[in-house]
């Protein structure tokens, strides 16, 4: 396996989880695997939710400049742009406006916001897919660019032409007290940070102690099994948490589908040994006793899904029951 997972990747699974073995590490690695799967739902319905109701409120604001404009997000991030480089001093605002030898003026560059309409309006060409549809754009839209909708820059506290903070009841109804932008802001960065880490196939438990500013420090990652699974349980509350800020009917479609249960069970000890080493889940029941009330565990595994159970005889794990084992064969020397 040496020539597909680095040595150094192994080796911050031994030594910030406390593993003394390569087959331990290998089979940690799968078992991160299993887990960033069951959180992309999460964020999957985060970024929907999010993309949806911003998308309406806009459009259907009693006051701003994008009221029904179905092409609001293009508008915007042009307009947002515009106004920037009208402040910028001419030795600045040169490098992105040019004259168009018409006495006005035409852009020689695009903001991160405009960048990604275009792109995602020339990928949708190259396709054949036109004409093209604005439901088509708003749909392939980053995450990203949804969470940069958050920034300052499009909050106007004056006149309340833009997103901020005019709409903030509309798209996050159900905040505590009054919803504020920087607020929301923080809080949908920082788990933007944790759908990064998950899109660039990193550890997702993998945390770090925080500088005093509140970013993170990555000279100083956090060990141990415990705090690295509390850290993440927290993180994925708070994913649940946004999407109930906007909206109480699509978290609680989510929780009532089940759609967190994977997660919850993969994110504790016994969901990892299940994977790493089956003889430390500690939830147990005897081969024998197992036998007779097979029926029993079975219909409770089915109906609460949350939990790992080790199917024992002398004492020693025979099998476990809710995750799929992975197979591991190990001929990796590391570092």
Known sequence: MKEFISTPRLSTYKSLLKLKTDEHALRAYYWNKALS???????????????????????????????????????????????????????????????????????????????????VQKDLRNEGRTPIRH??????????????????????????????PNLLGDVFPNTPKNPKRIRIEKSLNRIKDLRNRLSHHEPIWKFYHLLPDGSSDYTKPIGGLTASLALLEKSYDDILEFIRWISQ???????????????????????????????????????????????????????NGAKVLAVTRASKAQLVLGVNEPKVKVKVELD
Request: hydrophobic share 35%.
């Open 37 to 119: 799967g069951a959180l992309y739902p999460a964020l999957q319905a985060l970024e929907v939710t999010l993309r949806n109701a911003l998308n309406e409120a806009v459009k259907n604001a009693h006051s701003g400049n994008y009221v029904n404009e179905d092409w609001w997000f293009e508008h915007i991030a042009k307009d947002v742009q515009d106004t920037k480089i009208r402040k910028m001093h001419a030795n600045k605002s040169k490098h992105w406006i040019k004259a168009d030898g018409n006495g006005g003026v035409k852009r020689k560059k695009h903001s991160y916001f405009e960048q990604q309409v275009l792109k």
């Open 135 to 164: 439901d088509d754009v708003l749909s392939r839209l980053m995450f990203g660019f949804w969470c940069g909708l958050l920034g300052s820059d499009f909050e106007d506290v004056t006149n309340k032409t833009l997103l901020w």
């Open 249 to 303: 009917d699509r978290y609680d479609a989510f929780v009532d589908a089940k759609l967190d249960i994977e997660f919850r069970k993969l994110c504790t000890s016994d969901g990892f040994y299940s994977y790493v080493d089956k003889s430390k889940v500690e939830n147990t029941i005897g081969r024998s006793r197992f036998k007779r009330e097979a029926h029993k565990h079975v219909r409770s595994l089915q109906r």
